[in-house]
């Protein structure tokens, strides 16, 4: 794929692309080496009410449109995904900066979501039960519940608004979606292969521009009853707490400080591999991402020097090329918060044993790039083992035995994905039973969910909805409960019973 040129892009609201109301614009440009990618509207409340009304309006049609005709044109969809992977992903290297076999993981992964959302169309299951009463039949069925909002991160910028959306759709909700600014073509992207599938006007609109803006006129309009987030505890706490006058239904998606555990029994190798991938995957920028290792200390010193010795190996670069392994960090903003816990871990003791430094020659300079870093004789108390940096820097931590090691992994106030290396069978049981998180994986690392099932963690990682699967289908529709009594007599329930 050809370097892009600059080009300027719009907002699309009741099936029109239009400008922002005050003509405003932002620029987005690549982490890798500073590319000029696109120029975006930078909206404001009006646009956002102009995208509510709109998808308002379209929602009084789409909920009508039979479920199984809305899944085929997720089917749709998920075929233009397919046809476009590469072009996307190339798109993806340039204004996210992943790697590019990460990049088409990000689209595979809302190709899967898309197919499985589709297929939803002839399911969207309610149940049947028998009746206390004679001559009466009950049952459930799922009702859409109008306009939903949608706001999401840059990490993923295909991926998550496919979580976000594409359930939404197919149980008959309408969409304002505002994408990251960072990845802002990305998510036009995404829906102009939407339009393209058969989306009608109004039914999915987009608008661009920052959280304090567009985010905040989202989550408190009161014709969006629905939020769906992914970002920061911050950010979702102040979201909860601006939806709560209207008893708005949110979706949080948060933070996490995520382990692996590694006993004295792992096949070190590959523990390595799964740190490896865990903690540098995506240069770190991931909710997933392993920031602790929990290494028991008859393998702690052999698992350090072979993960110090592979963390070496990593190539930076550009995306874009085939054999980098690491890209850049998402702006400059996270590569200074990233480098300044590299000063908290050494200030607070831990032992610097690898990275630590912002990466500079061979074009690297132009761009955001930070190197693996790890640290040694790092405390669970201390603060680059409790609070999430978001990039490629892992703590080692040596503990005696299992129990220490359950103990350390949920000594943090997130819960999202753990992990534990070992081949004892009831150790592996006891880490599935007891780590307090959403994931949890066996002798595998901290990333890489599947579709068809729930995503989502415990504690401040979130609010105890789930994305993905069935579960999904749960937060973007209610219940409705139904009874028909064809006794031709009124029955009282609890009442009538004796007969």
Not at 207 to 224: K, L, Q, S, W
Not at 369 to 376: A, E, L, S, V
Not at 405 to 412: E, F, L, P, T
Request: glycine share 12%; charged share 25%; with cysteine.
């Amino acid at each position: 794929m050809a370097i892009l040129g600059a080009k300027t892009f719009q907002n699309y609201i009741g099936g029109e692309w239009v400008d922002a109301a005050s003509g405003e614009t932002f620029e987005s440009t690549s982490p890798a080496n500073g590319e000029a990618i696109g120029t975006f509207p930078r909206s404001s409340a009006e646009d956002v009410a102009r995208a509510v009304a709109a998808a308002k309006t379209a929602y009084e049609d789409w909920r009508l449109v039979p479920a199984p005709r809305r899944g085929e044109i997720l089917f749709r969809f998920a075929q233009l995904l397919t046809e476009q992977k590469e072009d996307i992903s190339q798109l993806m290297a340039r204004e996210m900066g992943k790697v590019l076999p990460e990049a088409r993981g990000d689209v595979q992964e809302a190709i899967d979501m898309a197919y499985y959302m589709g297929g939803e169309g002839r399911r969207l299951f309610g149940q049947t039960t028998p009746s206390e009463l004679p001559d009466k039949f009950n049952m459930s069925v799922r009702q859409p519940i109008g306009v939903v909002g949608v706001i999401t991160p840059w990490n993923f910028p295909i991926a998550i608004p496919s979580w976000k959306i594409l359930p939404a759709l197919v149980c008959g909700n309408t969409v304002v979606f505002k994408p990251a600014t960072d990845t802002p073509t990305l998510g036009e992207r995404f829906v102009e292969l939407l339009i393209e599938a058969g989306v009608p006007g109004g039914v999915v609109n987009v608008v661009h521009g920052g959280g304090g803006e567009v985010g905040n006129a989202i989550v408190i309009h009161p014709d969006v009853p629905v939020i769906t987030l992914t970002g920061s505890r911050e950010t979702g706490v102040q979201v909860t707490k601006d939806a709560a006058d209207r008893l708005k239904h949110v979706h949080l998606e948060l933070g996490g400080k995520n382990a692996i555990i590694v006993l004295d029994d792992a096949d070190l190798e590959l523990a390595v591999e799964g740190i490896l991938w865990s903690a540098f995957g995506t240069s770190g920028q991931r909710c997933t991402a392993a920031s602790r290792v929990i290494a028991q200390e008859g393998v702690c010193d052999e698992l350090t020097s072979g993960l110090v010795d592979e963390a070496e190996k990593l190539r930076l670069g550009v995306g874009w090329e085939e054999d980098t392994d690491v890209g850049p960090v998402i702006n400059k903003a996270a590569l200074e918060k990233i480098h300044s816990y590299t000063t908290i871990g050494k200030d607070e003791g831990a032992t610097l044993l690898t990275g630590g430094e912002v990466a500079s020659g061979d074009g690297l300079d132009k761009g955001f790039y930070y190197r693996p870093t790890i640290f040694g004789d790092v405390d669970p108390e201390m603060r680059i083992a409790q609070e999430e940096i978001f990039g490629p820097t892992v703590g080692i931590i040596k503990v005696s035995d299992v129990d220490e090691a359950i103990r350390v992994s949920n000594g943090i106030k997130y819960g999202l994905s753990s992990s534990i290396f070992t081949r004892d069978v009831n150790k592996a049981f006891r880490a599935m039973r007891d780590l307090k998180a959403g994931i949890t994986y066996i002798n595998a690392g901290t990333i890489g969910a599947e579709v068809h099932l729930p995503f989502g963690g415990v504690k401040d990682t979130g609010n105890g909805h789930r994305e993905a699967g069935q579960a999904a289908l749960d937060f973007f529709t209610e219940w409705k409960s139904i009874y028909v009594d064809y006794s031709g007599r009124l029955q009282k329930a609890q009442i009538d019973t004796s007969d």
